[in-house]
Structures are given as structure tokens and as C-alpha cells.
């Protein structure tokens, strides 16, 4: 967090307004926001791509300005004029946004200037990889997880947590996956308590079919460490197994006798709490 800080004051020293990809109402990205602002600087938060193409809009061909100011209400700094604070831009993130979106974003950003401005674009757009490193790793992680041959992935983590939503989401494209809150959320062999992406708590059904299973485990980046070997213990006593504090988890290939499951999981690191 403290990289962005140092870009965002950059940027407001320098007389660039700060676009901050992340959700204007989260704490860490109205902290980053205050310093921009603190040192007589501007800022534009953008919630992801489609906003970010509000603002590649704008820059190229001035639509209507009530309209852009109106959308941006509660994610730009007061007294924001798009007509003066969107010629030198610096993009940063919440660092726990989807790190692939925000370098896309930045990429698209960074394409509008040099179209609108040609050879002055170098010296009105600037951009910087800030996003958390253990973040980073997690969805790395994840990418390669869900190429494993996966019946069902757990994402385990705060539902308020963005990093966390995140893995989900990408963990969703690929194979069946769940965003639970803690381990408690494995209710019985028949049912769960999850988080579907951009939707309320649920309660699903037939989550943990009988018969040998392979499944993916992570955690959010701020994610408590013990919450992942809990989890594995509630899903061995779904299944009326239990693991000797002595033996060591069985790797897939010994796992998979009558009824047994081979989890997979990542090993959690902390990092901002998202």
C-alpha cells in the first residue's frame, strides 16, 4: 500500500490526476485518495472496465459532461472538472483488485492518451504496478490450480474482502467454485453457505458428491492461516474421515481409495486485509 501512496503523491506533485482502479467507498482506496488530495491533487476512481471506458470517452471525444460528472459523483475529487483533470493522468490501484484488470485498464488508458495526444502522451500518462504482492501470487496461484483436474475449488475468506471475491470469480470461470466465509459455511455433505459472484449469501445443494474427489482450496491474502487446515478437517468429517495429528496429508494418488478426497490447496501469505 504504501508504493501506491508514493505514486499517488507523485502523480498529485507533479500535476497528474490520480485514476485509481478499485471501489471508491473502500477504505484502503480512500486513503490512497486523501493523499492526492492532501497535496492539492485530483483523483478519478474506476470500479473496472467498463468505467474506465467512460473515461476513455471523455477523453476522446468530450461527451456530455453533466452525464460524466453525475456517474462519478461519489468517485472523484471535489471540484473535479473532466475538462482540466483528465489532460495528465496516472493510473493506480487498490491493491487488491484483479491485478489482469488493472493492467488492462491502465493499457487502455494509457492507448486513449496517446491517440488523443500523439508525441505529448509521454509526458501525460503515467503508470505503475502496485498491485500487493501476495495478491499477485494468490491469483497466480489460482491460475494454475484450476488446471488441475478439479471436481469442485473453496475459496475461503471474508465476503467484504476484494482479493478474496477476486480468486472466486476467477476460479468460477473454470471450474464449479464457492466463496466461503469460514469453514462453519460447509454446512452437511448435502449443503453449503457460499457467495456467488456479485450476488447475496446462498445455500446450495449437492456441493460435495459421493465417490472419490478432487478439490481445490485457497484463501484470501489476509485470510487468518488456520482457517485452511480447519476447512480440510470439516471436509474429511463431511466424510466421516478424520486425519491423525502424526500423519501427513496423502497425496492424490493414495488418496483416491473408496469415498476418500485429495484436496489441493496454496499457501496463504498476509498481506492489506482486502
Not at 467512460?54 to 475538462?83: C, N
Not at 509526458?123 to 490450480?145: V, Y
Not at 456441493?207 to 487446515?229: C, D, Q, R, V
Request: charged fraction near 20%.
Amino acid at each position: 500500500v504504501l508504493n501506491v501512496w508514493k505514486r499517488v503523491e507523485r502523480y498529485a506533485r507533479e500535476g497528474y490526476t490520480s485514476v485509481v482502479h478499485g471501489k471508491w467507498y473502500h477504505e484502503e482506496t480512500r486513503a490512497t485518495c486523501s493523499r492526492a488530495t492532501a497535496l492539492g491533487g485530483h483523483y478519478l476512481v474506476v470500479r473496472g472496465m467498463g468505467e474506465a471506458h467512460a473515461v476513455i470517452e471523455y477523453l476522446l471525444r468530450g461527451v456530455d459532461r453533466g452525464a460524466f460528472l453525475a456517474r462519478f459523483r461519489d468517485a472523484s475529487s471535489t471540484g473535479f472538472d473532466p475538462d482540466v483533470h483528465l489532460v495528465k493522468l496516472g493510473v493506480a490501484n487498490q491493491t487488491t483488485m484483479l491485478m489482469t484488470e488493472s493492467l488492462a485498464i491502465a493499457a487502455e488508458i494509457g492507448s486513449a492518451v496517446r491517440l488523443r495526444d500523439g508525441e505529448g502522451a509521454a509526458e501525460r500518462f503515467l503508470s505503475f504496478d502496485t498491485i500487493c504482492s501476495a495478491t499477485q501470487e494468490r491469483q497466480d496461484a489460482i491460475l494454475e490450480l484450476v488446471r488441475l483436474p478439479l471436481d469442485l475449488l473453496l475459496v475461503v475468506g471474508g465476503y467484504n474482502s476484494s482479493n478474496t471475491a477476486n480468486l472466486a470469480a476467477i476460479a468460477a470461470r473454470t471450474v464449479r467454485a464457492y466463496h466461503i466465509d469460514d469453514p462453519a459455511c460447509l454446512l452437511s455433505l448435502a449443503e453449503i453457505r457460499h457467495k456467488p459472484a456479485g450476488a447475496a449469501e446462498t445455500r446450495a445443494s449437492g456441493w460435495l458428491p459421493g465417490g472419490p474427489l478432487h478439490i481445490g482450496l485457497t484463501a484470501g491474502a489476509s485470510t487468518p492461516n488456520n482457517k485452511i487446515g480447519e476447512t480440510i478437517l470439516r471436509i474429511l468429517a463431511l466424510r466421516g474421515l478424520s486425519l491423525p495429528p502424526a500423519v501427513a496429508p496423502r497425496s492424490p494418488e493414495q488418496a483416491d481409495g473408496p469415498g476418500s478426497s485429495a484436496v489441493h490447496h496454496a499457501p496463504p501469505e498476509a498481506a492489506f486485509p482486502g
